[in-house]
Every structure is written in C-alpha cells, then in structure tokens.
C-alpha cells in the first residue's frame, strides 16, 4: 500500500463549481502537506502548503489538513477552465520539501 | 528571472545504454532535487543535493547517480537503461530545500527507453 493516496478521478465539473480534492495518508511522521498543479507537459508548481492540522486559504483556493483522520483536501472556489490541470498533493516529515512523498494525482476538466 | 532549466527536453536511449541528465537551478537557490514520473504518477523523489553534498536518496538502485556542482548546477546519470526508466525526470531548485522561499520545478526531461 502506498503511503499517500489520492482519489484518481478524472473529475470533470462546469466552470464556477466548487471543486474538492482529496488525498489520505498512512505515515504519522508527516507534518508539512502540499499542493501542486500540473499543466500538461510542464512539472508540478506549488500552489500552497500547511503545516500541521487545520485550513489555509488563498484567493479561490482552501486547504484543509485532518492529522486525526490522515487526510487532506484542496477546495477550488468559482473553479475556471484554467484551472483545468492535473493536481498531486505531496507530504513531508519536515520543511525540508526536497524529499517529499506524492500521491498519483487527479486530473480536473472544468468545462466552459 | 530564469526558472529551473532543464536539458535536453526529449531523448530515446536504447535499454543497455547510459544517459545524462542536466538542471540549472534558479540563481542563488543552493538545493537540488530529483524525482522520477512515471506516466499517470506522482512524481518519486531520488536524490536531493544541498551545498554539493548529497542529502538525500530515494529508493532508487545503484544505477542512479548524480551531483552538483560549484555553481549549483546538477547532473542525474542513469546507466545500463533499462524500459521501465522511461519517465518524465524532474529537477526541482529551493534556497535550502525548504519551502518558505519558493520550491520550483523545471519542466522536465523526457526519457523513452526502448
């Protein structure tokens, strides 16, 4: 079983839905927790990182972390076809980013 | 400013063969990661360079090297190719490896084995 799990998708929504991502984890070690989009044939950019439990918000995008439960979850307000992407989540022990663990990633179709 | 620059974009190997890989970091980030995606994956961390020592490694055989230089460049080398390394490789570049300065990826190298 692999350490971080996100739900495979694809997902596909009509331009201004909310979108949820979600990823569950199995190692209690981990303490930073990120998010990244990836464009077709580009590499993953960081939209956002937490450290710890609780939410982290940033324009249209919120992170949600449950340590108690193992899970994460980016939410995507008036999501845009823009926005259309391939997001992994990723995790980390500490800050140190460099060595992270990623989930396979869910592609998101957001259609006009 | 330039991002992370990697070279070549595409290359096909024949399975027995070595290849060289290439990353140019943003100026002034000193850390340098590697990371390995299959297609449909996430991406897998192989190694990490911080200061031109090496800081990590990933679960990844002997048959993967790499190094970073005095300008904080680096080089991934993958020697006796084999189908299951064709992937797309990643550098990523940081001031410390940490996130608080930003923690950018290139775009990547293509690598078909066949």
């Known amino acids: 079983q692999k350490e971080v799990e996100q739900d495979p998708g694809p997902l596909s929504v009509p331009e201004g839905a909310i979108v949820s991502l979600n990823c569950t984890y199995s190692?209690?070690?981990?303490?930073?927790f990120m998010w990244y989009r990836q464009y077709s044939r580009k590499g993953p950019e960081l939209l956002m990182y937490?450290?710890?439990?609780g939410n982290k918000e940033d324009g249209r995008f919120t992170a949600q972390v449950d340590k108690s439960s193992k899970y994460i979850s980016l939410f995507i307000r008036d999501s845009q076809p823009s926005d259309s992407a391939t997001y992994l989540c990723?995790?980390?022990?500490?800050?140190?980013?460099?060595?992270?663990?990623f989930g396979d990633g869910t592609t998101l179709t957001v259609k006009p | 400013d330039a991002g992370v620059t990697q070279s070549p974009t595409h290359l096909i190997k024949t399975r027995g063969q070595q290849v060289t890989l290439r990353c140019s970091p943003i100026?002034?980030?000193?850390?340098v990661s590697w990371y390995q995606q299959v297609l449909g994956q996430g991406p897998q961390f192989i190694f990490q360079?911080?200061?031109?020592?090496?800081?990590g490694r990933g679960n990844f055989p002997d048959r993967f090297s790499a190094r970073q230089f005095p300008n904080y460049s680096s080089e991934l080398n993958v020697n006796a190719l084999l189908l299951g390394d064709s992937a797309l490789y990643l550098c990523?570049?940081?001031?410390?490896?940490?996130?608080?300065?930003?923690?950018?990826f290139g775009s990547g190298t293509r690598l078909t084995v066949v």
């Open positions: 990523a570049s940081s001031l410390d490896g940490g996130l608080n300065y930003g923690y950018t």
């Open positions: 190692n209690s070690a981990f303490q930073y």
């Open positions: 937490t450290y710890s439990s």
């Open positions: 990723a995790m980390s022990a500490d800050t140190n980013a460099g060595k992270s663990t």
């Open positions: 100026s002034g980030h000193k850390s």
């Open positions: 360079y911080y200061e031109k020592e090496e800081r």
